[in-house]
């Protein structure tokens, strides 16, 4: 079922500010039902050298994205690319999701052929903190 998140696609875009144990990371995201979503890939991405790293993947047997924690993630390429484009196609991903080989009940969405999950479900499954700095218009992830 494709859902209609925004009319205009610069509403709901947004470079958000992102910090990482104090370290400001420049990230992609969209807001969909005022929650911040992430490319999994780019958070992914950002945790790699914390202690809350964990890796990607498709899982062919499964069809299905397979999250591994613990694991330093393994960079694919396209990492933290803007998407940003005019047209925006999304769909609520249908793939299971597994994390250490547990199946997880999570909404996600294919936005442009990437999957987005949202933040604070990202933290449940990983490990890690994430805080609203309202100050700052800054999502505060947190790993220690």
Not at 57 to 64: G, Q
Not at 99 to 108: H, I
């Amino acid at each position: 079922s494709t859902h209609c998140i925004s009319s205009a696609a610069s509403d709901v875009y947004k470079r958000q500010k992102l910090s990482v144990n104090g370290i400001d990371v420049e990230v992609s995201g969209y807001s969909v039902n005022d929650s911040n979503y992430y490319k999994i890939r780019d958070i992914a991405m950002v945790l790699r050298t914390t202690n809350a790293r964990f890796d990607v993947a498709w899982d062919e047997n499964l069809s299905a994205i397979a999250i591994s924690t613990g694991v330093k993630y393994t960079i694919v390429g396209g990492e933290l690319n803007s998407d940003h484009s005019a047209a925006l196609n999304v769909d609520q991903n249908t793939a299971p999701v597994y994390v250490d080989g547990e199946e997880k009940e999570v909404l996600s969405y294919n936005i442009n052929g990437n999957t987005y999950f949202k933040i604070r479900d990202i933290a449940d499954m990983v490990g890690f903190d994430v805080d609203w700095d309202g100050d700052t218009q800054t999502v505060v992830i947190r790993t220690n």
